[in-house]
């Protein structure tokens, strides 16, 4: 039986090395039995293959209601760009995109936005990573405000860790709750633990049973209510 994009996408981070287990500490100082790098994607092929991923949920999330795809500097640049290229390419589905800049340019055409530049009333879905804060989430909505009055409709990631932010929710329910968007991971940590979980991927047990318990405790610390 071949597997769903969002199985295969699960293998593909770990054979890329962006989904490892082990142990490790996150930026918010949280000791975790997993951590995702996305960071180890080098590779044409593999830029290839995470646009199809982004696309494939893009497609199935919102197969109409888009009129273009926005990716946060930096991480989101590379996204943005491949899951635009792989709706065309696979769906034949044509969106402008745009990404910022970090500083505004004070020459040429200046601004701060390149590629399209969004018009009233457009739909936008912002492409990122791995949502950790939402800090840039957050600060790509206050972007568009100088830009113009565009609609923010929905959040594409790739992992939903499904941990609480800053209220007892998750980052992602915060960013639903706080602006009305919808928020669209490829897979959950969940999800991620049901499919890996004693599978042999590559003659390789990834995430045995020790490792199981070690997620369920971590969730069970930091988890979203």
């Known amino acids: 039986m071949p597997m769903t994009y969002k199985e295969a996408f699960i293998a593909f981070m770990v054979r890329s090395g962006v989904l490892t287990f082990g142990d490790f500490v996150t930026k918010s100082g949280r000791r975790t039995p997993y951590f995702i790098n996305t960071g180890n994607y080098k590779t044409g092929a593999q830029a290839g293959k995470l646009g199809d991923y982004y696309a494939a949920c893009i497609q199935e999330q919102f197969p109409d209601g888009i009129d273009c795809l926005f ?21 034949g589905r044509d969106l402008p995109y745009c990404f910022n800049r970090k500083e505004a340019k004070d020459h040429g055409e200046g601004g701060s936005l390149v590629g399209y530049k969004p018009q009233d009333g457009d739909r936008v879905a912002i492409v990122e990573d791995v949502v950790t804060a939402g800090t840039a989430v957050r600060e790509s909505i ?84």
């Open 71 to 91: 990716g946060p500097a930096y991480k989101g640049i590379p996204l943005v760009v491949s899951a635009a290229a792989a709706l065309y390419r696979n769906y």
């Open 142 to 225: 206050a972007l568009f405000r100088d830009v113009a009055k565009v609609d923010i409709r929905a959040l594409f990631v790739s992992v939903d860790r499904m941990e609480r932010g800053t209220r007892d929710c998750s980052t992602l329910d915060e960013l639903r709750q706080d602006y009305g968007i919808a928020v669209c991971p490829i897979v959950t940590v969940r999800e991620i633990m049901a499919f890996l979980h004693n599978r042999e991927l590559d003659g390789k047990v990834w995430l045995d049973d020790a490792t199981l318990v070690r997620m369920e405790a971590y969730l069970a610390e930091y988890g979203a209510r």
